[in-house]
């Protein structure tokens, strides 16, 4: 029996929505199993600044070092949006959190649930079967490097930085998962044109010595842009730098239909942090139609990454499946074969799960 206490950090937009639901599936697990789960919540992004006019307040972080693991939401307000002056951002209380907790590493399993082919936009003969894991650096790169504006602003610079150690850790936490997987891994760079890619491909090839049962394969970024879309299946697990990670992990949600489906995990030697991919979407917030099933993954992900209960996780997953196999859709994933009665909203579609663990 495990005893464990997590923090809830709802966020911004539709995250106070989704955690809500994805809170409610790790008390049922708890009941379930026979597991002592204890919460708190926390304040991050555009709430955390209307509150205190910091994007991530010292208590949130004190909480978030002091909890087994994080069910986090989404950050993000319009208003900032359409203000790039603005000084203060919640997306800073979001590089805060991952720096401060030293969440060097992103994981992102694009798994495709057969019954949801046909919300992609690609054919469902293309897709059937796919299953990646992205592993995201997070700490590095374009992000946190120096930038700023000169000659008079008319020139802006971002520096992308990347030392040895950084592309090692994150290298072995991607080879070790390919070991328990189909032992492929795909390394994503642009060693043809840029240095740091070049030091990320000579640590990756380095690392690569260690694992001579996994078959390793080094692909440019743009190449991979292509293949996910003309043949995701050749994938097992992906290992690229922050920047390239962002965009490539978006576009592969879309192979999953809907970003309301993919959960995520940020990981590094401490407290881990679970999250839905996609944003806190505020021209739905508080409408009661966003898709919960990410954050309900996310929580699986949790179980799993952080608490080692790899049964209990499992039986969240195959709730999940459950209630898609049933034909239950929220509407970001229904499509126009899809029977009224069996489109739903956050609460409900969350039920459905909760029946089913």
Request: aromatic fraction near 6%; proline fraction near 4%; glycine fraction near 8%.
């Amino acid at each position: 029996m495990a005893s464990k206490h997590i923090l809830i950090v709802p966020g911004d937009g539709i995250g106070q929505e989704v955690t809500a639901v994805g809170k409610q599936v790790l008390n049922k697990i708890a009941a379930k199993f026979g597991h002592t789960f204890t919460y708190d919540e926390a304040l991050i992004g555009h709430v955390a600044i209307e509150a205190t006019g910091n994007p991530l307040p010292d208590e949130s972080l004190k909480k978030m070092r002091k909890s087994d693991a994080v069910l986090f939401g989404a950050v993000g307000h319009p208003k900032y949006d359409n203000d790039p002056s603005a000084k203060v951002r919640p997306e800073q209380g979001l590089l805060k959190m991952r720096k401060e907790l030293g969440l060097y590493a992103n994981l992102r399993p694009i798994k495709l649930f057969d019954e949801l082919l046909d919300a992609s936009s690609i054919r469902p003969e293309i897709l059937k079967g796919a299953d990646i894991l992205f592993f995201r650096e997070l700490t590095g790169d374009i992000y946190f490097g120096e930038k700023g504006r000169k000659n008079d602003g008319d020139t802006a610079y971002d520096i992308a930085e990347y030392s040895r150690y950084e592309v090692e850790r994150i290298a072995r936490k991607a080879f070790d998962a390919a070991r328990t997987r189909r032992k492929k891994l795909c390394s994503v760079d642009k060693a043809n044109v840029i240095e740091t890619s070049r030091l990320w491909r000579e640590v990756v090839q380095k690392v690569a010595l260690d694992y001579p049962d996994v078959e390793v394969e080094h692909q440019f970024v743009d190449a991979t842009a292509m293949l996910l879309i003309k043949d995701p299946r050749r994938f097992d697990v992906v290992v690229t730098a922050n920047l390239f990670g962002d965009i490539l992990t978006d576009e592969a949600s879309q192979i999953a239909g809907s970003m309301g489906m993919l959960a995520s995990a940020s990981i590094g030697d401490g407290t881990g942090v679970y999250e839905p991919i996609h944003g806190s979407a505020h021209d739905i917030t508080g409408k009661g139609v966003a898709n919960p099933l990410a954050s309900i993954l996310s929580a699986a992900l949790l179980l799993d990454i952080s608490f080692g209960l790899k049964a209990e996780s499992d039986a969240v997953i195959s709730a999940v499946d459950q209630v898609l196999k049933a034909g239950f859709r929220t509407r970001d994933i229904a499509n126009s074969q899809t029977p009224a009665d069996k489109i739903l909203g956050t609460a409900a579609i969350g039920e459905e799960v909760l029946k089913r663990i």
